[in-house]
Nanobody, 123 residues
Framework: QVQLVESGGGLVQPGGSLRLSCAASGRTFSFYAMAWFRQAPGQERELVAGIRWSGYSTLYPDSPKGRFAISRDNAKNTVYLQMNSLKPEDTAVYYC????????????????WGQGTQVTVSS
């Protein structure tokens, strides 16, 4: 069984920063990649950043590229998302996900999901 638990969300003012964490447990040896997605009300779930579980390959969409950075600590089975220069349009529920075969922008390629953590950017 695999469990992904996100933490670090909250309310932040525009221009501020947050770091999200995703702690993985269980069959992490089966992971090929992990990623952060987000979903705002009425919007589709979209990739924010992805990273290979081993190696250094990362995947970022065109936006919010440059403001967000994904990293991992395999010793802690944890993936992080550093978010800087946050904007109100970054408000969403942020989900951690794990894939067993692809580093991909498509949510359908990820088989394990966390419960999500709310990020609200507002003054």
């Amino acid at each position: 069984q695999v469990q992904l638990v996100e933490s670090g969300g909250g309310l932040v003012q525009p221009g501020g920063s947050l770091r999200l964490s995703c702690a993985a447990s269980g069959r992490t040896f089966s992971f090929y990649a992990m990623a952060w997605f987000r979903q705002a009300p009425g919007q589709e779930r979209e990739l924010v950043a992805g990273i290979r579980w081993s190696g250094y390959s990362t995947l970022y969409p065109d936006s919010p590229k440059g403001r967000f950075a994904i990293s991992r600590d395999n010793a802690k089975n944890t993936v992080y998302l550093q978010m800087n220069s946050l904007k109100p349009e970054d408000t969403a529920v942020y989900y951690c996900a794990a894939s067993t075969n692809l580093l991909s922008a498509h949510p359908g390629n990820y088989v394990y999901w966390g419960q999500g953590t709310q990020v609200t950017v507002s003054s």
